[in-house]
């Protein structure tokens, strides 16, 4: 007889859910609005009674439903603690606890750049890996990584961080942590535009980019692919911190590849040579045939991670 799980991915407007067979088919996947208003007082009974309208819908026992996985946006201790998530209005807890009660299930939690990776690691551009590391090039920078097939978490939460390592000395401006010098700031879509604008504002460089109102990573990664010097500078600028960053996390973990994912990795296989290139120019000389990949799986990451969290498996 068929088994189930549930893998939700809860963002900041929007809950994701996917119910899966046991075995990484997903069977059904849909959107629920996510309610913050109160401390976050819905959305934990929200989802709780969207997983029993499913059920009902498709005429599913909930004895034949092995747990349900959550990835939030926020860091998590011991796959069930949620440190208060800013952008859910401080909303946290013991999730697991709670949610385990609304839903009669067991509930394991994990953070959202996390589960991505275990998505990825199951049934994405790490498939067949066992020790991954996930990098997530959107608005910031975030990752995961998988060691022996199990998340690095951390002490507190905050392993994967990736996008708050410091790479160099300094940076015209701070990072939204504070600090000066993250990898967020040159890796991230908010960081290739920013460093075009620079260059912009600071050569007379003719470049299409001149023309644009607004000028945005997608811009700039494809005025790159043409051929646009100015572009292809700050695409450089982006690889070499990158590959300088990966390849100072081989040293520590030593992943067999990177998983490239994020709004930043449509840019296909441009990006990973760029990061390639780079990295083998740092990495210590053992890594420097660490593959590389790009994530296949979208916004469905992060409920397929979730569902692998709770199959524990």
């Known amino acids: 007889m068929t088994k189930y799980v549930f893998g939700i991915d809860l963002g900041g407007t929007t809950v994701k859910l996917g119910l899966f067979s046991t075995d990484g088919e997903l069977l059904d996947k849909w959107e629920i609005p996510t309610r913050t208003e109160n401390g976050g007082e819905h959305i934990l009974p929200d989802i709780s009674a969207s ?5 009902r819908q498709r005429g599913i026992s909930l004895s034949d439903v092995t747990g349900a ?7 998590v201790l011991d796959d069930s603690v949620v440190k208060p998530c800013v952008n859910l209005n401080g909303w946290g807890g013991n999730i697991a606890e709670k949610l385990s009660a609304l839903c009669g299930l067991p509930v394991k939690v994990v953070n959202d750049a996390n589960a991505a990776a275990l998505g990825e690691m199951w049934l994405g551009g790490g498939k067949g890996f066992e020790n991954v590391v996930f990098v997530t090039l959107g608005t910031g920078v975030g990752g995961g990584i ?6 690095l978490s951390g002490f507190h939460g905050c392993g994967g961080e990736l996008g708050h390592m410091k790479i160099y000395e300094d940076a015209p401006t701070a990072c939204g942590c504070g600090k000066r010098g993250c990898l967020e700031q040159f890796a991230s879509a908010t960081g290739i535009a920013n460093t075009a604008k620079r260059l912009l504002a600071e050569t007379d460089t003719p470049s299409p980019l ?6 945005t990573a997608k811009d700039v990664l494809d005025a790159a692919k043409a051929g646009d010097p100015l572009s292809c500078h700050a695409a450089e600028v982006f690889g070499d911190a990158l590959g300088r960053a990966l390849a100072s996390v081989s040293c520590v973990c030593d992943p067999e590849v990177f998983v490239l994912g994020g709004g930043v990795s449509k840019a296909g296989s441009y990006i990973i040579d760029l990061v390639r290139k ?19 799986l979208g916004n469905d990451a992060g409920i397929c991670g979730a569902a692998k969290l709770a199959l524990g498996k």
């Not at 997983?51 to 059920?55: A, N, V």
């Open 51 to 55: 997983m029993s309208e499913k059920l």
């Open 69 to 75: 996985g959550i990835g939030v946006p926020g860091a």
């Open 146 to 151: 998988i060691l022996g097939g199990k998340l």
């Open 210 to 215: 001149r023309e644009l109102e607004t000028v």
């Open 278 to 296: 780079a990295f083998v120019k740092y990495a210590f000389p053992p890594s420097e045939i660490t593959e590389f990949a790009l994530a296949s």
